[in-house]
């Protein structure tokens, strides 16, 4: 049996979660599998009417479950980032989920960014989770503060400028510091490589920028070294730059990427953009001996929230993500198969593809798919 944790949240969450919830049910039916939901109503709802975001005792209870699956967070009426923060990055780091998983795979039937067949884009980003430029390290010195090293940066500024400069002005600087920590970098790539072998993938890009940042990026070449090694899954390393070229160029040549938390952060949008956009996107926030958590990629979109217009694929093919990391490959990959059926008869498509399907019409076509059935 699993326990898994609804938020179903704001905005589109709670009608792209029905549909994954539904979708759910039915594989679970369908493959004799035990899956036990409780629904947690947190979100700008409950918040504006209780200034709670996430009680400690809702945590506590989330504790006792096997998985997370959430629909969106945020709301026009709730300041940005209370909830955000409050919810999201509360979770993640309460449950110190130091994954980010992202597939990244383009169905037949949905129009792809980019020119020509580009069928062969699939590839998975296990992006660093809790580190680099995310540790909250940073600060501002002011005029006065220091000195020494602000001698050879005005020298620049006379040249440059030449006069007319106020440099007390000028003096003022901020800064931002990256970590990798070598326990944090060897845990993420041994999830990385393990997915790897689990999945037959027989190449693990690492992705950085050690040519410039040495110090971080030339502590995580050796520990990917280490578990490339360890695993007996060939790598590669390819700077940040040029992964964003060659995943224009050829994003076939892609299997499995795994990235420092910044670069990887970037990069998973531009490839949410290569699978037709942010309505086929799944995720999950994972840590492989705790509670995980899944979401679609895109957020509480308000402008078309209660309309039905919302694409479900993304919250569809983040519950499969979640049987897929419960154990329950089979029936991840039936849910997958449903949802690319349906995509390449081309019969259904919601309006973010041009098409006229409903959320819940969608959500159906789905659910029939699996049952075996067809309208
Ligand atoms: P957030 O700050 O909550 O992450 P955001 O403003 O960055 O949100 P989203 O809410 O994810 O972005 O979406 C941006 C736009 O993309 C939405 O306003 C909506 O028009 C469209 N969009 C997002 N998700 C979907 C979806 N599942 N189906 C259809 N359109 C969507």
């Known amino acids: 049996m699993s326990k898994i944790a609804v938020i179903p949240g704001d905005g589109i969450g709670p009608e792209v ?11 679970a039916r369908g493959d004799s599998i035990s899956l036990e939901f409780e629904e947690f109503p947190l979100g700008a709802a409950h918040y504006l009417e209780t200034e709670e975001v996430l009680p400690d ?26 909830l955000e923060k409050g919810i999201l990055l509360r979770l993640r780091f309460h449950f110190d ?12 039937g949905i129009p ?10 699939n590839m998975w980003f296990v992006r660093e989770n809790t580190e680099d430029f995310y540790v909250g390290l940073g600060g501002r010195v002011t005029r006065g503060a220091s000195r020494s090293d602000l001698v050879l940066k005005r020298k620049a500024y006379e040249a440059k400028f030449d006069i007319g400069i106020d440099l007390k002005d000028e003096e003022e600087m901020a800064y931002q510091i990256g970590v990798i920590t070598r326990g944090g970098a060897r845990r993420v790539l041994d999830y990385a490589f393990g997915l790897a072998k689990s999945k037959d993938l027989d190449l693990v890009t690492s992705v950085d920028k050690a040519n410039v940042l040495t110090e971080m990026y030339g502590l995580w070449r050796e520990e990917v070294a280490e578990a490339s090694a360890r695993h007996g899954v060939p790598s590669e390393f390819q700077y940040v730059d040029a992964v964003a070229l060659h995943m224009i160029r050829n994003p076939e040549r892609f299997k499995l990427l795994v990235t420092p938390n910044l670069f990887g952060d970037i990069l998973t949008d531009l490839g949410a953009a290569l699978q037709g956009g942010l309505g086929f996107a799944p995720s999950g926030n994972i840590n492989p001996d705790g509670v995980s958590m ?3 990629v895109h957020g509480s979109a308000p402008d078309i929230a209660g309309l039905g217009l919302a694409n479900p694929v993304g919250a569809i ?16 990959a039936k849910v997958e198969e449903a949802v690319q059926d349906v995509l ?8 973010d593809i041009g098409g006229t399907t409903s959320t819940s019409k969608m959500g159906d076509a789905v659910v029939e798919r699996l049952a075996g059935t067809s309208r």
């Open 344 to 351: 390449r008869d081309g019969e259904h498509g919601t309006p």
């Open 57 to 82: 005792e809702t945590l506590e209870r989330l504790e006792e479950k096997d998985a997370v699956l959430l629909g969106a967070l945020g709301d026009p009426r709730v300041k940005p980032g209370v």
């Open 97 to 108: 989920q130091f994954v980010n998983l992202r597939p990244v795979k383009l169905y037949d």
């Open 317 to 332: 093919l983040s519950s499969a993500l979640m049987l897929d990391t419960l154990g329950h490959s089979d029936a991840a």
């Open 17 to 27: 979660t029905r549909e994954a919830l539904r979708v759910l049910d039915e594989v």
């Open 294 to 296: 899944f979401e679609p």
């Open 112 to 121: 792809s960014a980019l020119s020509g067949d580009r069928r062969g884009v």
